[in-house]
């Protein structure tokens, strides 16, 4: 027999996978695959969550995010949401470099895509847009954080959680651990196709109150546009409205707004 917090996991785990999928929606199939459920344990899972409009379903059978969450969120938002503040930072982004232009939050293990806008170059890389979570050190944002993150804690999320047998042998602890280095030397992150192929990354950490790397903003564009000169050249540009955004942050409340991560 569940526990109630088996049930609360399990819950947590359909939610999160039908919000990676966003607009696209996911079937019940997918959810149960990638939440690690039985079929008609997801199955029985969604059908209670659309009941309590949790979930919905649209007309191709596949699975969004309810109504109720978002009445659930708008509440949650006056503690936890930042992205007014990030707006103006992303979009200057965006118009500096000519590239999409994003802001993410730690999440536990994960970071979350919150905002994106685009910059003016016509061709657009759709590796994240707003919703998608990867594993910290998968893109460019996740690895800014991870970058600067204790020693002790990076050791420990690498012996946590396997990258590499989610997203490949370019993710081992290893190769993570170099990128790691470079990144903390150079300041930024760069994720040279790793994700998707031809699609880079730029990423720099953005700090609270403490002193943790809690968010980051981040910068993907084809992988021409990502020259030895220019990725110096968004790197700082990078840096300087990460510090910016840092400042700003910090100054919302003594404590600093937070996103607090799952165990």
Known sequence: MNTPINVVGRVAAVLRVVSHRGDAGASTSEVARDAGLARPTAHRLLTSLAEE???DRDGRGRWLLGP??????SVA???????EAALPFVRSLAEASGESAFFSARRGDETVCLLREE???PIRSHVLYEGVRFPLGVASAGLAILAYLPDDQITAYLDRVDVGATHGSA????RLRERIATTRAAGFAVNPGLIVEGSWGMG???FDRAGEPRW???LTGIEQRFTPERRERMGHLLLRTAHALTTTLRERSP?????PGRT
């Open 204 to 206: 720099a950490a953005v």
């Open 53 to 55: 409009g949790l979930v």
């Open 216 to 218: 980051a903003l981040s």
């Open 171 to 174: 993710h081992a602890a290893e």
């Open 77 to 83: 938002a006056t503690r936890y949401d930042v992205t």
């Open 119 to 121: 910059g003016s170059f």
């Open 255 to 259: 404590l600093g707004p937070t996103m």
């Open 68 to 73: 109720e969450l978002y009445l659930l969120g």
